[in-house]
């Protein structure tokens, strides 16, 4: 299957800095890149939808200040989880398709986010 | 996209094939069933998806049910590293990624 690859694997902060996350598809044109995050014991909850060029469509009850997507070229797209707090700490997954090909999405490894 | 029904959890000895099950029965006839599953603390792997036809690949083989309310993931010859959270999902093509996730089906590998 295709590749996507996320990174960091994982980032230790300090509150009230920003993080910003990595997802590239390496191997095929990534139109649509989705944001989730995992609470620990818990499913992905999608956060966000990213098509390129445009700007990120938030799900209900996520902050679009406060998660910054980025989605500039086809084989990138950057999650910025601006002044983190403990509370934002979570695994941070993204996948990607491409529209115009693939009929399924592919998932990069995640990102430990530990806010401290 | 239409809501799945999954066990909590399974075991499966190893060597023995693993039958996931999941009831889709509000399954509209443009959604495909799709099959993820994650190992602990990685990303999502995607593993099957079909739309009524029974589907075959590598790592499995996807069952759907004449009347597409339900179907079974087959791990033919299940291995420990097998072990995982397997999520049955099901949705439209055009919504294909955009995906929302249930609890899925922790399945043990047991030696």
Same mark, same amino acid.
């Given at each position: 299957?295709?590749?996507?690859? *996320? +990174?960091?694997?994982?980032?230790?902060?300090?509150?009230?800095?920003?993080?910003?996350?990595?997802?590239?598809?390496? @191997?095929?044109? &990534?139109?649509?890149?989705?944001?989730?995050?995992?609470?620990?014991? *818990?499913?992905?909850?999608?956060?966000?939808?990213?098509? #390129? =060029?445009?700007?990120?469509?938030? #799900?209900?009850?996520? #902050?679009? @200040?406060?998660?910054?997507?980025?989605?500039?070229?086809?084989?990138?797209?950057?999650?910025? $989880?601006?002044?983190?707090?403990?509370?934002?700490?979570?695994?941070?997954?993204?996948? &990607?398709?491409?529209?115009?090909?693939?009929?399924?999405?592919?998932?990069?490894?995640?990102?430990?986010?530990?806010?401290? | 996209?239409?809501?799945?029904?999954?066990?909590?959890?399974? @075991?499966?000895? #190893?060597?023995?094939?693993?039958?996931?099950?999941?009831?889709?029965?509000?399954?509209? =006839?443009?959604?495909? $069933?799709?099959?993820?599953?994650?190992?602990?603390?990685? =990303?999502?792997?995607?593993?099957? +998806?079909?739309?009524?036809?029974?589907?075959?690949?590598?790592?499995?083989?996807?069952?759907?049910?004449?009347?597409?309310?339900?179907?079974?993931?087959?791990?033919?010859?299940?291995?420990?590293?097998?072990?995982?959270?397997?999520?049955?999902?099901?949705?439209?093509?055009?919504?294909? =990624?955009?995906?929302?996730?249930?609890?899925?089906?922790?399945?043990? $590998?047991?030696?």
């Amino acid at each position: 299957g295709a590749v996507v690859s *996320q +990174h960091p694997s994982w980032v230790i902060c300090k509150s009230g800095t920003s993080v910003k996350i990595e997802c590239r598809s390496l @191997d095929f044109q &990534a139109t649509t890149m989705f944001w989730y995050r995992q609470f620990p014991k *818990q499913s992905l909850m999608l956060m966000a939808t990213s098509n #390129e =060029g445009s700007k990120a469509t938030y #799900e209900q009850g996520v #902050e679009k @200040d406060k998660f910054l997507i980025n989605h500039a070229s086809l084989t990138l797209s950057t999650l910025t $989880v601006t002044s983190a707090h403990p509370e934002d700490s979570s695994f941070y997954i993204c996948s &990607a398709r491409d529209m115009t090909v693939n009929t399924e999405a592919f998932f990069g490894q995640g990102t430990r986010l530990t806010v401290v | 996209d239409a809501k799945t029904t999954q066990p909590t959890s399974m @075991d499966c000895a #190893e060597g023995r094939a693993a039958n996931l099950p999941c009831n889709h029965s509000t399954i509209s =006839g443009n959604e495909y $069933v799709y099959w993820y599953r994650q190992i602990h603390s990685q =990303g999502p792997q995607y593993i099957i +998806h079909g739309l009524k036809n029974n589907e075959t690949n590598e790592m499995a083989s996807l069952i759907i049910t004449e009347d597409r309310k339900s179907s079974t993931l087959i791990l033919p010859h299940a291995t420990l590293r097998d072990t995982a959270v397997y999520y049955c999902i099901v949705q439209s093509q055009a919504n294909a =990624g955009k995906s929302t996730f249930g609890d899925g089906t922790t399945l043990t $590998v047991k030696p």
